[in-house]
């Protein structure tokens, strides 16, 4: 499985962005997907995950109510809408697979897009 995040960018406090990540594979909807996030300095942490089906979700509690993630299998592609963004959200933002559900960190990831939030 690759996996290839984009939609980073720099944005004002209290902006938005969209990240997507898009997945090769035939077996996209069996897999639980995240994002997670690493600013300068500090160590990787979990964003948010969805189920295969998307019919559960999990947030970080710093970004409840800000951001949404969703997925569409038909696109093999997971999403992370990201609202009243905080400079203190500013990272780089890995997507990643756990296609077993039981932990990401023996899944796939993808590359980072960077993510920058002005003051």
């Known amino acids: 499985v690759q996996l290839q995040a984009s939609g980073g960018g720099l944005v004002q406090a209290g902006g938005s962005l969209r990240l997507s990540c898009a997945a090769s594979?035939?077996?996209?909807?069996?897999?639980?997907m995240g994002w997670f996030r690493q600013a300068p300095g500090k160590e990787r942490e979990f964003v948010s995950a969805?189920?295969?089906?998307?019919?559960?979700?999990w947030y970080k509690d710093s970004v409840k109510g800000r951001f949404t993630i969703s997925r569409d299998n038909a696109k093999n592609t997971v999403y992370l809408q990201m609202n009243s963004l905080r400079p203190e959200d500013t990272a780089v933002y890995y997507c990643?697979?756990?296609?077993?559900?039981?932990?990401?960190?023996?899944?796939?990831w993808g590359q980072g897009t960077q993510v920058t939030v002005s003051s």
């Open positions: 990643a697979a756990d296609p077993n559900g039981l932990n990401f960190d023996d899944g796939y």
């Open positions: 594979g035939r077996t996209f909807s069996r897999y639980r």
């Open positions: 969805i189920t295969g089906s998307g019919g559960n979700t």
